[in-house]
């Protein structure tokens, strides 16, 4: 019985070619994934750019708006602390 244990151990054994081909396998996979990512988040930038342009939320222009006077600034008040 002890030596179909060790016949049964020598077909599982992982050579270290193998983990070099896995390692290799998934890095290439961690840079698919991220090169995806990136094209993804890009795609996202711009389609959320051409929106708010197409929108104009973000148009500065001032056009037709009254000009307005700076906002005042507060009086400082001065609190008096009597001394003992």
């Given amino acids: 019985m002890a030596g179909k244990r060790g016949e049964a151990r020598k077909g599982r054994l992982m050579t270290a070619e193998r983990w070099q081909r896995i390692a290799r396998f998934t890095e ?3 840079e698919d994934y991220l090169a995806g990512m990136t094209a993804l988040r890009q795609h996202v930038v711009m389609d959320l ?3 708010l342009r197409d929108s104009k939320v973000l148009d500065n222009s001032r056009h037709g708006a ?3 006077s700076p906002p005042r600034r507060k009086a ?3 609190v ?3 001394v003992r």
């Fill in 28 to 30: 290439e996979t961690f």
């Fill in 66 to 68: 009254r000009s307005r």
């Fill in 76 to 78: 400082k008040v001065s």
């Fill in 80 to 82: 008096l602390v009597p």
């Fill in 49 to 51: 750019k051409r929106k």
